[in-house]
């Protein structure tokens, strides 16, 4: 017991009893130590925390909550468990085979934290001031607790992280390479990734830090917040979020390549906050539909889209190098619109760009591009023919040009037309290009592989609607299907055939439920070697069963509408399917519908399923 003062020059104490201390505890000399041994102590009375070690040993198992100035774990035994919230103003010592669990209390340290046992962490919070070293121990959390870093981190031993948060909140900061389950970031200086780290849950960088990922490659599965000028710095590393992304906030944080890194986005992307880049990529690769959110728009130089659902345009984009299409569409409108600087890579009908698309020519080169309607495609090329930058607008469009009505009494290709060389034209879509800026004439390259029967290679054209005609233009050269016109004025651009059949003209294929009865009806403006159509129904839209069967007419350019009654359609979504088939047996297949069918009531009766397989319910 002491009441009054117990004064440890450069020796030791060692206290194998009870122990309590209503008065002082000074440490006249930096090697005293206070050591309790089989009981824990009761009160410390006022402890000096300028000089001394503290030593709780193997029966010593409760650690008081007090002010230290160097506090020591060791000679094994029972884990040791904080009683309280501590300070300690020297250095903490946990010696191999020993633990000190923190509970719920905050243990704070000043110095150095050596640890070669085990730090515990339940829902408290151990907070390094100095540097951390836990090289041979480990570090386990097994909660939601937190570990916070200000200082030089060697190492976090072998680490549990549980639903534990590590904090690097220090000036400038090496990032242990390590599985995480949180991680933030806080306070200025560059965090520094020293090699790849995985975040199960949320990474987050707080106002004024930065996290740099250097080269290597950090990878988060939960949310990824960049908050208010916060920075995440990509050099030639990949920052890998596959859960939401969200630099917003007031000013947005910051987004900055410095290198040819990568930031691949698998999820909602809430917004890129300000996005600076220097030969960077953006990978979209999420699973379901994804947004670009970028404020007033923003610039990258490569632009990768590997998704399945397609990625829609919320702010202007623009590609100065290469945009690469895997899968998935690019969802461009007026309002919010791709522009392109340099070229494309890929492009199918199960990835293009839908809507306008911009092709900024402040060069020559020659760029194509993948545009559809997010169903059928077709490749384009623009290249500038001499002149000043000029930037050209390209769209897909369905239908007639300008959506004239076709003719077919009165004009053999159902629309006017000028040129000896064209028999028919496609009215199935169109391609609009216009000068949205500048007045460089362009080369155009339209292509023709796409077509069920493709045309022989002279027999193919490309054909401009000058508001009232289609018109056939000068071929200046055929290659590989495509061929490439001069275009002096602009508007709509089409392919003329002069030999082969271009697609059957589906106008439409529509249909609606009325008294549990399907009509449907599909109008065809014009047949060339049409032998019969298919009519198949889906409950899925995956499995498919024939319903009927419909003559063709041949070869006609009559508008002809035909109709189809479904009198026993299943009760919910019917999707239906039309396919058309050639003399030679080649076949198109039509873009599905879906016709929704309600149970109806019979006599104040409800009758399902319909149709019946043996059991029928009346209620």
Partial sequence: TVSATLDIGNAQ????????????????????????????????????????????????????????????????????????????????????????????????????????????????????????????????????????????????????PSTGKVIYNGGAQNVLAENYSNLTFRSSGVKTASGNINVSNELV???????????????????????????????????????????????????????????????????????????????????????????????????????????????????????????????????????????VSGGSSSSHISGPVDFIADATNECSIPVGNGTDYTPIKLQRNGGSATTYTAEYTSGTAAGASLNWNSYPLGLPHTGSNISSVNHAYYVDIAQASGSADAHVSLYFGDFNTVPSATDQYVVHWDGSKWEELTTVSRSGNYVKVLATSFSPFGQGSGGAALPIDLVSFTGKCENNIVELEFVVASQINNDYYTIERSVDGNEWSEIGLIEGEGNTNTQITYKWIDVNPMNGVNYYRLTQTDYDGTSEIFTPIAITCETAPVDGYSVYPNPANGLLNIE
């Fill in 13 to 160: 104490y060692h206290s194998r009893g009870g122990f309590s201390a209503t008065g002082n505890i000074n440490f006249s000399h930096g090697g005293g130590k206070l050591r309790f041994y089989t009981v824990s102590p009761t009160s410390l009375g006022t402890l000096d925390n300028t000089l001394g070690t503290i030593v709780y040993m193997s029966g010593a198992t409760n650690v008081l909550s007090d002010d230290y100035y160097t506090l020591t774990i060791d000679d094994g035994g029972t884990a040791k468990t904080l009683q309280g919230n501590a300070n300690i103003a020297g250095n903490l010592n946990i010696k191999s085979g020993n633990q000190l669990n923190l509970g719920s209390n905050k243990m704070t340290t000043t110095g150095t934290s050596d640890i070669d046992g085990t730090l515990n962490i339940s829902t408290g919070t151990y907070d390094a001031n100095g540097a951390f070293d836990a090289t041979g121990g480990s570090v386990t959390f097994t909660d939601a607790g937190r570990l916070e870093l200000a200082g030089t981190v060697t190492s976090l031993g072998t680490f549990t």
């Fill in 205 to 343: 960088i707080r106002s004024s830090a930065t996290f740099d990922i250097a080269a290597t490659t950090t990878t988060v599965t939960g949310t990824t917040y960049v908050n208010s000028s916060g920075t995440l710095s990509i050099s030639t590393g990949t920052f890998d979020a596959n859960g939401t992304f969200n630099a917003s906030g007031t000013p947005v944080g910051d987004v900055t390549f410095t290198g040819a890194g990568s930031l691949e986005l698998g999820s909602t992307v809430t917004s890129l906050g300000n996005y600076t880049g220097s030969n960077s990529t953006i990978l979209f690769n999420g699973s379901s539909a994804q947004t670009i959110n970028a404020g007033s728009g923003f610039t990258v130089d490569n632009l990768t889209v590997n998704n399945a659902s397609g990625v829609t345009l919320n702010t202007d984009v623009t590609v100065n190098s290469t945009l690469t299409l895997t899968s998935g569409d690019i969802i461009s409108t007026s309002t919010n619109k791709l522009s392109l600087k340099g070229s």
